[in-house]
């Protein structure tokens, strides 16, 4: 596997593998990787001949008093991950290389990235399309893997590549959770003991809302209601519980049949996100690969 931290190199090991007629597919990644991170390589490889995953804590997604100082760096256990899973190159730029001066043109996301991690993180999704559009760019992939784990995050990406006309295909990886539930996410590395084993309920409380809604048990708010109740009670503090037109990302219609539950919540230090994709007629839980 190439360890490549500069641009010049970087374009002159695509271009002898362009030359040679090699699909490229792109994973883009903040680095310390984990199973989830792993499935998304795997999803990229059945993509194209070759795979390039890209590690860069990006600070222009952070925002005021979040962690990107203490966001976990773990680039020679990364390196070891990635050399293992047959990727070919690992892009790791600093931030110079990145943002060598003050960037004075950005991208800004309206529409969709304005509510749920939108509206708590002002920016947030600016910096999120600036970046990835920045590396679409110099690696000019032909498809690119993201997890389905940020939601919000993949359709602003979808939507970004068809306002622009980027030239990429959009894949995305449903959610790798550990074997009690618990998305897998670098953050879970922030919970305590006690944290962690109150952290699945989350997770329950998705299933359980679905579950619920396909039986139509009782109206909508009631069971958003219940939720946000019985998640406060075990100890989280909820950023926002929703029910949403999975396509459109706003709060769902009654008529609504393909929807998606978004959650987000602190549980101590750690921010976790999650979601729940389903449909409301459905009462097949194996599709979603639902464990509770
Ligand atoms: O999902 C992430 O890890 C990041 O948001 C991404 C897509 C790598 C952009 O920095």
Redesign the pocket.
Known sequence: MKVVRTISELRRVLTGWRQAGDRISLV???GNLHAGHLQLVTMAQQQAERVVVSI?V?PT?FGQGEDFESYPRTEAEDIEKLKESGVALAFIPSLAEMYPGAQQVSLHVTGLAERWCGASRPGHFDG?AT??AKLFNLIQPDSAV??EK?YQ?LAVIRQMVRDLNIPVSIVGAPIVREPDGLAMSSRNSYLTPEQRAIAPRLYQALCQMRDAIQRQEADTEAILQAQQTHLQQAGFKLDYLALCNAETLEPAHPDDQDLVILVAAWLGKPRLIDNLRFSRFSGNKTKTGCRC
Do not use: L, S
């Open positions: 883009p990644t903040m860069f990006n997604q999120v970046i990835v993201f997890g940020d995050q």
